[in-house]
């Protein structure tokens, strides 16, 4: 059984950094085909694909935040990391993590979703 | 602003069916990319209802179906339930953007 978790902070302020970790469990990143990706829904709105890694390390990025993001992964831990820089109240949302396999491109299953608020 | 358009709403009496557009164009649905639809229960994270097309994961009634046709896709539910009140969401790859493209999202009531 899949199963995937995000964590991070609740809150942050405008231009910090977000940082979110995914730990997940029942596969492995070093496996063929395998990836991890990150969704954000802000609240009332659509989901927003943001990054995902694979597991031969391949990274894909949303254009219009690539700028801004960085995606991870230590395959010892089970986990992939994204970073966010420079946090503005348009990033408040809700960040999901979700599995992933190369040979599709849907997303299965998801992390239960981690809140973050940007405000001063 | 999202390039795959659903209607904001869909509405119908238990055990009605109803059907939940998705359009997109030449650069995702258009270009033979798969559509995949979620639904979003009130609170929760989205779950795979429908991938490639029209594959139901193991789990998922077969009241839901999918199809696709041009640049277009479509979900049905058929013997509409209370407990398919929820958000839905179609999802498909845009080569033109590079990205993973979520629709717009329809909320399904029963009424």
């Known amino acids: 059984q899949i199963t995937l978790k995000e964590s991070g902070p609740t809150l942050v302020k405008p231009t910090q950094t977000l940082t979110l970790t995914c730990t997940f469990s029942?596969?492995?990143?070093?496996?063929?085909?395998?990836?991890v990706g990150w969704i954000r829904q802000p609240p009332g709105k659509a989901l927003e694909w943001l990054a995902l890694?694979?597991?031969?390390?391949?990274?894909r990025y949303r254009p219009s935040l690539k700028s801004r993001l960085t995606i991870t992964k230590d395959t010892s831990k089970n986990q992939v990391v994204l970073t966010m820089t420079n946090m503005g109240p348009v990033d408040t949302a809700t960040y999901f993590c979700a599995h992933i396999i190369s040979y599709g491109n849907w997303f299965d299953p998801w992390g239960q979703g981690t809140q973050v608020t940007v405000s001063s | 602003q999202s390039v795959l358009t659903q209607p904001p709403s869909v509405s119908g009496a238990p055990g009605q069916r109803v059907t939940i557009s998705c359009t997109g164009s030449?650069?995702?649905?258009?270009?033979?990319?798969?559509v995949h639809w979620y639904q979003q229960l009130p609170g929760t994270a989205p779950k795979l209802l429908i991938y490639?097309?029209?594959n139901r994961p193991s789990g998922v009634p077969d009241r839901f179906s999918g199809s696709k046709s041009g640049t277009s896709a479509s979900l049905a539910i058929t013997g509409l339930q209370a407990e398919d009140e929820a958000d839905y969401y179609c999802?498909?790859?845009?080569?033109?953007?590079?990205?993973?493209?979520f629709g717009t999202g329809t909320k399904v009531t029963v009424l």
């Open positions: 030449s650069s995702n649905i258009g270009a033979r990319y798969d």
């Open positions: 890694i694979y597991w031969d390390d391949d990274k």
């Open positions: 490639d097309n029209f």
């Open positions: 999802q498909s790859y845009d080569s033109s953007l590079n990205d993973y493209v």
């Open positions: 029942g596969f492995s990143l070093s496996t063929s085909g395998v990836g």
